[in-house]
């Protein structure tokens, strides 16, 4: 009604407010806060960098040396890493023209990554303190401690952890507003996902919770 009392009286209605942009293209509609628009409202997420997948193959684990296997997970991470170790053992795998890492697989694959570590030529980063090799991040000496970048192949448990806290961090500082519910959403639907599942919240909450570290 007040809308339609401005409009006989020739008063202009007030702009909407303005939602901003942040440097990963997300734009935050400042309504939400007031309960008037249920979702923020995404962009194209072009802060996010393409993600590269080995362009070649692997030698399958069972007929390959040791020294062939290590060989390939070292392109494998010279490509995508920081890699997660679940996508590093994934990726090697599928590079080998296979589609299942089996018990078996994942166990020379493990103990290939686990002399590679020893001998310097992978770095094994563990910020959650978890256990075992799937959720350890390695990259080369060489190779910054995170990328940002789209999801790619991944899956979202693939995901370095801080490379997911970079993300948080970047929406939070562009929307100090946002509560904890609205990052974990939000940095679920720029990775192109919807459903905040307790699947999804297993992953996203300890990155949240590094992300709220003193150091972060």
């Known amino acids: 009604h007040l809308a339609l009392d401005r409009a006989r ?19 935050w509609d400042p309504l939400a806060q007031l309960g008037g628009s249920v979702d923020a409202i995404f962009r ?15 030698v399958p684990v069972g007929e390959g040396m040791s020294a062939d296997i290590l060989d390939g997970l070292l392109r494998v991470v010279a490509v995508e890493g920081p890699v997660r170790g679940n996508r ?8 080998s023209g296979g589609s299942r890492v089996g018990k078996t697989i994942a166990q020379v694959l493990d103990t290939a990554i686990t002399r590679a570590v ?14 075992g090799i799937q959720s350890r991040t390695y990259r080369l000496p060489e190779q910054p401690e995170f990328r940002v970048r789209e999801l790619g192949p991944r899956t979202l448990d693939e995901v370095p952890p801080r490379e997911l806290v970079e993300v948080m961090r970047r929406i939070r500082d562009a929307n100090p507003t946002a509560d904890d519910e609205q990052l974990l959403r939000e940095t679920l639907r720029l990775y192109d996902r919807v459903s905040l599942t307790q699947a999804a919240r297993a992953v996203l909450v300890p990155a949240l919770t590094l992300l709220r570290e003193p150091r972060n």
Not at 12 to 18: D, K, R
Not at 49 to 55: A, C, H, I, V
Not at 118 to 131: F, K, Q, W
């Open 9 to 27: 009286r020739g008063v202009p209605s007030p702009a909407p407010a303005q939602a901003r942009r942040s440097a990963l293209g997300v734009t």
């Open 44 to 58: 194209p997420p072009a802060g996010l960098d393409r993600y590269r997948e080995l362009d070649g193959s692997t």
């Open 88 to 95: 590093l053992r994934t990726a090697y795998v599928r590079a």
């Open 118 to 131: 020893r001998r310097g030529d992978l770095v094994a980063d563990n910020p959650l303190g978890t256990s």
